[in-house]
């Protein structure tokens, strides 16, 4: 998993980024636009980006969500709700569908019926090791709460996948053919929550790809904003019996990598900024857990930082090297047993899997001889 953490930091972004201004440009969007944004757990699709769904929306455009767990790997949580210490798989499937309702009321607080919203279903608190330890469907990931190792929720976009990275990869990049997206809005790969930065490499490898079609086989590539929801003691002031105000602006922490990124904020009008925390209060399970955390979402601005495209190559090396990596730590490591892989329970980070396989996708077949080793 920390590989994934660690990943964002090695790209030499600054190289191919203009150099930014720290202060925030004020995030404009204009008329018909195609947002796709994409979530790793119920609620994120909200604190991350709930004004800008609004905006575009009011502006005639069209917005999707994809949320790519149901929120189900949470066992305090799960525990507190059914009074059980070592709930039970079912408990944690139920708890995944109560978030799930929770993030479909959400979003008709954002968009009142206008939100296309889908669920993949894929393991919480599982993405990182999808990218890491299990890309192929013949070695998937086995969810440590739910027992599952495909998603068990029948209403998601693919029921029939297995948890693997290649298959996550692949639906990821359909949903962005189908939508053509000109905006999305994805987790900062800098964020401090594995799944959040797994979220956002799998969405800028797939977004990496479509760089890569011939112009004439799709659509140009969207303006990319990442969002940031976990870092440390962010946002600041959220546990402090005095927090800021919901009139101060939200902004970025200071130290982020790639600290050259150009940051933008979008400033919220009275009735975005209510709809927001409405949506929010439709999230609750997670009021009950973290309300002081979610209402610092609820903020005058929602700040996002900009990716450039050219950047999408350089995520491509920090992938493959970090796909390197996982395979040396293989090859440095006994095999495990049968019985271990996939055992209910057993964490990724014990349970080396076979070597993982290489992606099939174009963009990692076509750069596997000139990659450099990780240091
Ligand atoms: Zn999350």
Redesign the pocket.
């Known amino acids: 998993m920390k590989v994934a953490i660690a990943l964002f930091p090695m790209l030499p972004l600054a190289a191919v980024l203009l150099v930014a201004s720290p202060v925030a440009a004020p995030l404009e969007i204009g008329a018909g636009e195609r947002l796709l944004v994409i979530?790793?757990?119920p609620?994120?699709e909200t604190?991350g980006a709930g004004g800008l769904v609004q905006r575009v929306l009011a502006r005639g455009g069209s917005a999707r969500v994809v949320i790519l767990t149901a929120?189900d790997g949470y066992p305090d949580a799960v525990a507190r709700e059914t009074g059980n210490r070592e709930p039970r798989p079912a408990d944690f499937v139920a708890y995944g569908r109560r978030r799930m309702g929770e993030a479909r009321a959400a979003v008709r607080e954002l968009g009142g019926g206008r939100v296309h919203l889908q669920f993949l279903g894929f393991p919480d608190g599982g993405l990182a090791p999808l990218l890491h330890a299990h890309w192929r469907r013949s070695h998937p990931e086995r969810s440590a709460t739910t027992g599952a190792s495909d998603p068990p929720y029948p209403e998601v976009v693919e029921p029939n996948v297995a948890y693997d990275g290649d298959d996550l990869l692949r639906e990821i990049a359909e949903i962005l053919r189908d939508t053509a997206p000109t905006v999305i809005a994805l987790p900062d790969p800098a964020d401090a929550?594995p799944?959040?930065s797994a979220t956002g490499l799998f969405a800028l490898l797939a977004l990496e790809a479509q760089s890569r079609a011939p112009a004439s086989h799709g659509p140009p590539l969207p303006r990319i904003f990442l969002y940031l929801?976990?870092w440390r003691a962010w946002p600041e002031g959220f546990t402090s019996p005095t927090p800021p105000g919901p009139d101060t602006p939200l902004e970025l922490p200071e130290g982020l990598p790639e600290p050259g990124l150009p940051r933008v904020a979008l400033l919220l009008s009275d009735f975005e900024r209510g709809a927001k925390a409405a949506a929010l209060a439709r999230h609750g399970s997670q009021q009950e857990i973290m309300g002081s955390f979610l209402r610092a979402f609820v903020r005058r601005t929602e700040p996002f930082r900009v990716l450039a495209t050219p950047a999408l190559d350089q995520i491509a090396i920090a992938v493959e090297r970090s796909l390197g990596l996982a395979q040396a730590l293989h090859r440095a490591a006994e095999a495990p047993r049968a019985d271990d892989v996939g055992a209910l329970g057993a964490s990724s980070r014990r349970d080396l899997p076979a070597p993982p396989g290489r992606p099939q996708s174009r963009l990692l077949g076509a750069r596997g001889a000139d990659s450099p080793v990780l240091q």
Do not use: C, N, Q, S
């Open positions: 979530a790793p757990h609620d994120d604190l929120g929550h799944d959040h929801v976990h």
